[in-house]
């Protein structure tokens, strides 16, 4: 599996009998899973939403957003919990409004689940951690 590293964007390809949480950047040497959420911005976003082939896991957010606040803690136990299935990700939608613009956020947070640079999933709104948990399963 094909998988980009938060820390340098720089592409892994990962034998699926290794241990993912194990595996290290064989250009930077960083972690390649870190258990916490990855900044996405217009410089890193292709890396990991269409160039990975781990399921990208998106909060569309903003710091005057209160929903947001309440849901960033659910989202980081998310990273820390369902690594390596999944990448998760956060963008601030005031600072990076061409993606915000490119997707069509009206609403956050906005959820949205990418694979391979197509989203297969949307959700608008936060949601409880055991809902969140099972709309994940499903994509897995
Ligand atoms: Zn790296």
Not at 11 to 37: D, I, Y
Not at 71 to 96: D, M, Y
Not at 124 to 139: E, H, R, V
Request: hydrophobic share 40%.
């Amino acid at each position: 599996m094909v998988i980009a590293c938060p820390s340098c964007n720089g592409l892994n390809r990962l034998p699926t009998q290794k241990p993912a949480l194990e595996a290290r950047c064989g250009k930077c040497k960083q972690p390649l899973f870190s258990g916490e959420p990855l900044e996405l911005t217009a410089a890193n976003f292709s890396a990991h939403a269409n160039k990975s082939e781990l399921p990208l896991v998106v909060d569309f957010w903003a710091g005057w957003c209160g929903p947001c606040q309440s849901f960033a803690p659910v989202f980081s136990q998310a990273a820390r919990e369902l690594e390596p299935h999944f990448r998760f990700g956060k963008i601030n939608t005031e600072q990076q409004q061409q993606l915000a613009a490119q997707f069509n956020i009206r609403s956050i947070p906005t959820l949205m689940l990418f694979k391979q640079g197509k989203v297969v999933a949307q959700q608008a709104g936060a949601l409880p951690k055991q809902a969140f948990y099972q709309w994940l399963s499903q994509y897995k």
